[in-house]
């Protein structure tokens, strides 16, 4: 009965699941369901689904705010950053930055929010000097900016701003998917020449890539992209980049289940790419 579920789950179109769930209640109905859909594009998405957004609502904006002085407090506090889902994303950043042996190091921050990278890096490499600028929307920045009086992060709206300077890493930490003009986003990141391209807790597999709708948010639908790892590894090694590694997120809660295959191997990935 369960298997059947499934397989017509993964048979009906996005616009009926929509229906059927607001009709019924989300919950009930389709319990565990991150991502639905294959689309071309987020336009795609935004006709199928009512009132779908870029990222966030005007009440998960606060949200944000919230977390991101309660955060830094910790931090001053000597405190662990909060736990969450968040930690499994940006534990990566600080545990490979400290394996580099430097004294210091300066990351660029792809769709880095309010600096959460920064600050679990701030809290994990104790010995490490942390430089950081930040990528963000610019309707956005100066909110964050506030956070650091003494200009400890630097928030700037676009790639081309910081093309001319030098940084160790380039970071998205599950960003990338969100750009729907990836393939330029990755070139002009590429550009700056970081030694490492970093890409993390982002979904990808071995097939097309394609854009999906997330629908876990409360009251936010959600265009956007789930990769193909052999194409980014095509657009970075064209850049001079190699892939030098790759591991997978444990998500029980978020997966691709109820796709069929290949789509249903997708999973949360990570991965690193050197310029050789």
Not at 214 to 236: A, C, Y
Request: proline letters at 4%; charged letters at 20%; one cysteine or more.
């Amino acid at each position: 009965h369960q298997k059947f579920k499934e397989f017509l789950r993964a048979l009906t179109p996005p616009i009926f699941l929509y229906l059927y769930r607001n009709i019924k209640g989300q919950k009930k109905i389709v319990p565990n369901i991150t991502y639905e859909g294959v689309f071309n594009t987020f336009s795609e998405v935004r006709a199928v689904y009512s009132g779908a957004n870029f990222y966030h609502t005007i009440e998960s904006s606060n949200e944000v705010i919230s977390e991101g002085r309660k955060s830094l407090r910790m931090l001053h506090n000597n405190l662990p950053p909060n736990d969450g889902m968040a930690l499994m994303r940006h534990n990566f950043l600080p545990i490979f930055a400290s394996a580099l042996g430097q004294d210091n190091i300066n990351i660029l921050d792809i769709g880095g929010g309010y600096g959460t990278a920064y600050l679990n890096c701030r809290y994990s490499c104790m010995n490490l000097d942390i430089k950081s600028t930040v990528i963000e929307l610019a309707s956005s920045i100066l909110e964050f900016a506030k956070f650091y009086p003494d200009g400890e992060v630097d928030f700037v709206s676009s790639i081309l701003k910081v093309v001319n300077k030098k940084f160790d890493i380039t970071y998205f930490g599950s960003s990338l998917q969100y750009f729907e003009d990836f393939n330029r986003v990755l070139d002009q990141a590429a550009s700056i020449k970081s030694k490492y391209i970093i890409i993390t807790d982002t979904p990808m597999g071995n097939f097309k890539t394609f854009v999906c709708a997330q629908v876990n948010m409360k009251g936010n639908v959600i265009p956007r992209l789930v990769f193909s790892l052999e194409q980014l590894t095509d657009i970075l090694s064209k850049q001079g980049y190699k892939l030098i590694h790759r591991s997978v997120n444990y998500y029980p809660y978020h997966n691709f289940d109820n796709y069929s295959h290949p789509i249903s191997d997708a999973r949360h990935m990570n991965i690193i790419f050197e310029l050789v």
